[in-house]
């Protein structure tokens, strides 16, 4: 089991740039795939980026790509996402995920960020 806690949403002007830092508890953090999902209102959940369990490979949506970068810290338990040239399609609650194999079986509570023009 692990447990989720995101951080850093905020309001932020359009072109801007935000890092977002989910903490993770419990054990063996390490093993797990770690990702960030973005649901915005009225769309459904969707793929944001994706990194390895080392960090050696990360994954990104088109969308973000060029744009967002995904990091962990395997000792601190953390993973950030830091977003830059931010767009008003990014405004979104951002989740943090965490998955072992397969699919991504744990979340966080989500952390809203609003991109404003």
């Known amino acids: 089991q692990v447990q989720l806690v995101e951080s850093g949403g905020g309001l932020v002007q359009v072109g801007g740039s935000l890092r977002l830092s989910c903490a993770a508890s419990g054990r063996s953090f390490s093993l797990y795939r770690m990702g960030w999902f973005r649901q915005a209102p009225g769309k459904e959940r969707e793929f944001v980026a994706a990194?390895?369990?080392?960090?050696?490979?990360?994954y990104y949506a088109d969308s973000v790509k060029g744009r967002f970068t995904i990091s962990r810290d395997n000792v601190k338990k953390t993973v950030d996402l830091q977003m830059k040239s931010l767009k008003a399609e990014d405004t979104a609650v951002y989740y943090c995920v965490a998955g072992a194999a397969g699919s991504y079986d744990f979340w966080g509570q989500g952390t809203q960020v609003t991109v404003s023009s």
């Open positions: 990194i390895t369990k080392s960090g050696g490979t990360t």
